[in-house]
């Protein structure tokens, strides 16, 4: 139960690696879309204060143009006389005279700014007061640009929004003489207003923002920490039960996770494939030697009960002994290399052979221990430079167990033919003898662990059962593949086939291997 409580524990911590990822991708993403926003508004603002500036520009150098023409220090009389007929009128709240003359009274840059809400006109006199204004209130930054001895320009806040503040000191143009200060106020009430709109805009998509990409966020992250979550309770599986079966399904996916997939699914074959074989190895030992200890157990039990003192006894005992020693000493070679082959994937991943050279050296060497045999060797069909991809040694010894099994099972003709032939992308290597064949029954189970076809004669000439256990693991180990045709009285083929490694596909060092 506590095991239990555990793995739950660490299944809600690891959980919320999803959360994390979520709240890191979010996070980045509206961080992002964020600082966009902010650069569009504040270009955006930028460009519209630096048009409100040109529009009250503008303005002041319309009014000091008019204003300038004026000799004396600014009064009513002669500001409102100067700027327009008809700016007395809309002061008082008139409408101003229509010059049948004129496309309109609006021509008029000065009236048309008087007429504009969006901008107070305000005009000093050099004691600072108040001469003319087409507005009814004025502000403190208005009255603090007053007293400034130079032009300036300022952008301030009130609860209306941003203001555009321009001050200019108007001196006559006869007499050079200061005749008063003109302030215009820009409330920039449409910019104001666009500002604020945007503002409200970018604040309701942001929100929505959030929302879309959370909900994409999880959605992303979702579908790549699932995999891994399944990974880890497979492998939790197979940590309690390590004979599961339990595999990643096919994720479909071609990248990085899509390959992490495939090789977990890989290792875990693997890691089962191995405890597999230890297992089986584990029983074939204990299964096939307990005959041959036994065996020698009895003997020696024999020579301590009454064998010592009988000279006959005691030799039969040695010898007897010596047989089952050195049998359990082939037994124990073969297991091993049944194992090795199993995993020559992993240790001779690169390594190939030249099938001609190997079938030339092994035949020459059958040869000559087998001297009372006739062994030919035909490889007329064979292409010069045959490359495949094995361990040379595998491929001797694969030759090897063939040939002798042929001898081995050979009846009255003494003969063992060794072919090989070259057919599309493949090479075939044929062992053939002209023994006592085998029953086609027998010839599904010849390649399985420790069967004897004809178990009297097999021990009789020290064999296993385990030859073409070996030789199969090998051959399956390299993709290739291996078979027997067999009439019983005539004799057995058995046929090897490797795929072709072309040349172009070497390495420099495969090459000289």
Not at 244 to 266: H, Q, S, T
Not at 393 to 422: C, P
Request: aromatic fraction near 8%; charge should be positive.
């Amino acid at each position: 139960m506590n095991l239990i409580h555990h793995y739950n524990k660490k299944e809600t911590r690891r959980s919320s690696l999803t959360l994390k990822w979520v709240a890191i991708v979010a996070t980045t993403i509206m961080v992002s879309f964020v600082i966009f926003s902010l650069t569009i508004y504040s270009l955006i603002k930028s460009q519209s204060l630096e048009q409100e500036s040109d529009v009250t520009k503008n303005v002041v150098r319309t009014f000091e143009q008019r204003l300038v023409n004026i000799n004396e220090p600014f009064q009513v009389s002669n500001v409102v006389t100067t700027l327009s007929p008809n700016t007395l009128r809309l002061i008082s709240g008139n409408s101003p005279n229509y010059n049948r003359k004129e496309n309109g009274v609006f021509d008029d840059d000065i009236l048309a700014t008087l007429t504009n809400k969006d901008i107070n006109i305000y005009i000093f006199d050099p004691q600072k007061n108040l001469v003319f204004s087409n507005s009814n209130w004025v502000s403190n930054e208005d009255l603090k640009s007053v007293n400034q001895k130079k032009a300036s320009e300022l952008i301030y806040k009130t609860r209306g929004g941003m203001h555009f503040r321009n001050a200019e000191r108007i001196y006559s143009n006869d007499n050079r003489k200061l005749l008063g200060t003109l302030v215009v106020d820009n409330r920039m009430v449409q910019t104001n207003k666009l500002l604020k709109q945007l503002q409200q805009s970018m604040v309701f998509l942001s929100i929505l923002a959030i929302i879309f990409f959370l909900v994409a966020s999880y959605f992303i992250v979702d579908g790549i920490v699932k995999p891994i979550k399944r990974m880890t309770k497979i492998s939790r599986e197979i940590d309690q039960d390590p004979n599961a079966r339990e595999r990643m399904p096919n994720i479909r996916r071609n990248d990085e996770l899509g390959e992490l997939v495939v090789n977990f699914n890989k290792m875990l074959d693997r890691i089962q494939n191995y405890i597999l074989q230890q297992k089986q190895f584990v029983g074939d030992v204990s299964h096939e030697l307990r005959t041959p200890v036994a065996v020698i157990q009895g003997h020696l039990n024999l020579l301590e009960r009454w064998g010592k003192d009988d000279p006959q006894i005691l030799e039969e005992s040695i010898h007897a002994s010596l047989q089952e020693t050195d049998r359990m000493k082939h037994l124990i070679q073969e297991m091993l290399d049944l194992t090795r082959a199993e995993q020559v994937d992993i240790q001779f991943p690169d390594k190939v052979s030249d099938v001609n050279e190997v079938l030339i050296r092994t035949v020459n060497d059958m040869k000559m221990i087998h001297k009372d045999f006739t062994i030919n060797l035909d490889i007329a069909d064979l292409k010069p430079d045959t490359i495949i991809k094995m361990y040379r040694n595998h491929l001797e010894q694969l030759l090897i167990i063939l040939i002798d099994n042929a001898i081995k099972y050979s009846t009255d003709r003494k003969e063992v033919n060794v072919s090989a032939s070259t057919e599309n992308k493949s090479v075939i290597i044929a062992v053939q003898d002209f023994g006592e064949g085998i029953d086609s029954v027998e010839q599904e189970k010849i390649f399985n662990r420790f069967y004897r076809v004809d178990k009297a004669r097999t021990r009789e000439k020290g064999g296993n059962g385990l030859g073409l256990s070996i030789a199969k693991k090998l051959t399956e180990s390299y993709h290739g593949t291996i078979g027997v045709t067999s009439i019983l009285g005539t004799g057995s083929t058995f046929r090897l086939k490797f795929p072709l490694l072309k040349k172009k596909s070497l390495t420099g060092s495969q090459a000289t291997k």
